[in-house]
């Protein structure tokens, strides 16, 4: 057990903060973001007897928390619906209020087109642009290949100068 | 498209995290988080056995009382006159006897009385 903590440590010392931003740029509030981390080093912690070392302990940590980010998206999705309302709305709505936002209107701007990018995209966009891993390594933890991420992410940058083009022209 | 980031956290955020995340291994072990998720529907279930429990009790209570009561009025008038029961219910059909001295009493005339019979006879 004891064991199992020091392990349990070292990944809250090696990863939290990584995580964190991460799942923040993908949930767009802090306090979301702060109870979803939450959530994600209690499964950690959960599964972590059950680490068999088939994968590299990076990559398992990171799949553990895209794959909760995505369900607490897709929960945010149902609950949008219920209010008659759509996610990605919400989302650029949360970059807007976001008081830890302290970049330029261009920033602000980009935030939200991101937010309005469906989940998986704005998955591939926000690991590969912000949180900078390689293809290979997001192929590794999202399961998807390395053609599909590049494809994914081209068109994810697309719809963002579309949307920060019109952004500009309703100015 | 610059990467420059935008976003910050409360003061003294990133230290904070840690020392709540690395809490989380003590906090199991008081708690394991399957008995902490399944406490409020253990508590829901328990509160509906005692409802239940409660309820059935109740009506179990009342139900025998009224079958007691009923069960009392029988054995009590069986065990006064079995054979007067029997006659109560025969002298609930009044004879003609009857309603002429009914209506005799209810100061109903003779001649009233005859024409009824008369009526009767058509």
Same mark, same amino acid.
């Given at each position: ?85 759509? @996610? ?13 936002? =302290?970049?330029? $209107? !261009? %920033? ?39 053609? @599909? ?13 579309? =949307?920060?083009? $019109? !952004? %500009?022209?309703?100015? | ?122």
């Amino acid at each position: 057990m004891e064991e199992l903590e020091q392990v349990f440590n070292g990944i809250v010392k090696q990863y939290s903060e990584r995580l964190y931003w991460h799942v923040r740029r993908m949930v767009g509030s802090h306090e979301d973001a702060d109870d979803l981390l939450q959530e994600i080093f209690l499964k950690i912690w959960t599964a972590l007897p059950s680490f068999r070392g088939e994968a590299q302990l990076y990559t398992w940590v990171w799949r553990i928390a895209t794959n909760e980010t995505l369900n607490f998206l897709r929960k945010e999705k149902v609950r949008a619906l219920l209010r008659f309302s759509s @996610a990605d709305e919400l989302a650029a709505q949360r970059v807007m209020a976001d008081p830890y936002f =302290n970049g330029t $209107d !261009a %920033e602000r701007e980009m935030a939200k087109a991101v937010a309005r990018l469906p989940e998986k995209q704005r998955q591939v966009f926000i690991m590969r642009w912000w949180d900078e891993l390689s293809y290979e390594e997001i192929s590794a933890i999202t399961g998807t290949s390395v053609g @599909a991420l590049k494809a994914s992410y081209h068109i994810a940058q697309e719809k963002i100068k579309l =949307n920060l083009s $019109d !952004a %500009e022209v309703s100015k | 498209m610059t990467r420059k980031n935008p976003i910050s956290v409360p003061d003294g955020y990133f230290q904070d995290l840690q020392v709540r995340l690395s809490q989380i291994p003590s906090q199991e072990e008081a708690a394991p988080r399957g008995i902490r998720r399944l406490a409020p529907y253990v508590a829901y279930a328990a509160s509906l056995a005692v409802l239940a429990t409660v309820g059935s009790f109740v009506f179990r209570q009342t139900a025998v009382k009224e079958d007691n009561g009923w069960d009392y009025v029988s054995y009590l008038a069986l065990s006064l006159d079995p054979d007067g029961l029997v006659e109560l219910k025969e002298a609930e059909e009044p004879t003609e006897d009857d309603i002429r001295s009914f209506l005799l009493a209810s100061n109903v005339s003779v001649e009233q009385l005859a024409m009824l019979d008369d009526e009767k006879t058509y």
